[in-house]
């Protein structure tokens, strides 16, 4: 019997395009299969954002176009991500045509929870982690010559404008070898420039590694020509920091979006 077929579809920052990376290397893991249609979708789900309206609104309205195929094919649809996250208890409505609602912590449990979804049984895992980081899980990124990397996830700002801290969580920092390692496979496929992310990207620590110890790594790897990083945060900008451009090297470390303040490049 063929693997249930998976259509994905991202809305947002380039960390749901991430973790959607990730989300396909776990389904891959636990046997499914991918299609680029959601017309010849077994499962379809939609990665979604609660930051941008635009991207929010979209997703709203991808649902109301997925009705046909779940009254016509019994299709899985599952949201991921901030807006599951965030507006849970309006997605899973009586009359919601979703059937897994997943957070962004709880990606490790998606062969599980569709299994049990195509059972019949609606399924919800949106519970936040201090310590979940998937730095163990290599993403299924498209062989290119660009590529993001994500350092750490959550946030500990608490900003009165956003919802960071709420949908993804407290921060925490992957592994700096792991990161390193990563860097070093993307080289290896032809990867020339990396974009390092983070909701707070310049707050990452790994015990005696800061965030200039992980940029002077990363652009130490051979092959690599360019890093970039993104989303920073100024209050998190030492001095260490700004000296860590390689100036007498070919390499061009750029941060961008400098939080609310603009972008360098």
């Known amino acids: 019997m063929q ?12 960390m749901n395009e991430y973790d959607t990376q990730l989300v396909r290397s776990i389904l891959k893991s636990g046997g499914y299969r991918f299609t680029d249609s959601s017309d010849t979708a077994d499962i379809v789900l939609l990665n979604t954002c609660a930051i941008r309206e635009n991207a929010h609104n979209k997703v709203y309205g991808h649902l109301g176009e997925l009705k046909h195929l779940k009254r016509q094919k019994g299709v899985i649809i599952g949201v ?44 919800l895992a949106v519970d936040l982690s201090e310590y979940e980081t998937y730095s163990d899980i290599a993403p299924d990124q498209v062989a290119g010559i660009t590529a993001w990397i994500a350092v750490m996830r959550g946030c500990d700002n608490f900003c009165t404008f956003c ?28 990867c020339k420039q990396i974009t390092l992310l983070g909701q707070n990207v310049n707050s990452y620590r790994d015990d005696q590694y800061d965030f200039a110890d992980l940029l002077r790594a990363v652009a130490d790897v051979q092959g690599i020509e360019r890093v970039r990083f993104m989303s920073p945060h100024p209050k998190d900008f030492p001095e260490k920091l700004s000296a860590a451009t390689p100036a007498s090297q070919n390499i061009s470390i750029c941060p961008s979006n400098l939080a609310a303040t603009g972008s360098w490049s």
């Open 3 to 14: 693997s249930p077929a998976v259509y994905i579809e991202t809305f947002g920052c380039q």
């Open 163 to 190: 919802v960071v801290p709420y949908t993804r969580g407290r921060e925490r920092s992957r592994q700096f070898n792991d990161v390193v390692r990563e860097a070093e496979a993307l080289a290896a496929s032809g």
């Open 80 to 123: 991921l991500g901030c807006m599951a996250q965030n507006l849970k208890k309006d997605l899973l409505a009586a009359d919601s045509i979703i059937d897994v609602l997943a957070g962004p912590d709880s990606y490790r449990s998606l062969p599980e929870l569709l299994r049990d979804a195509g059972k019949g049984q609606k399924q």
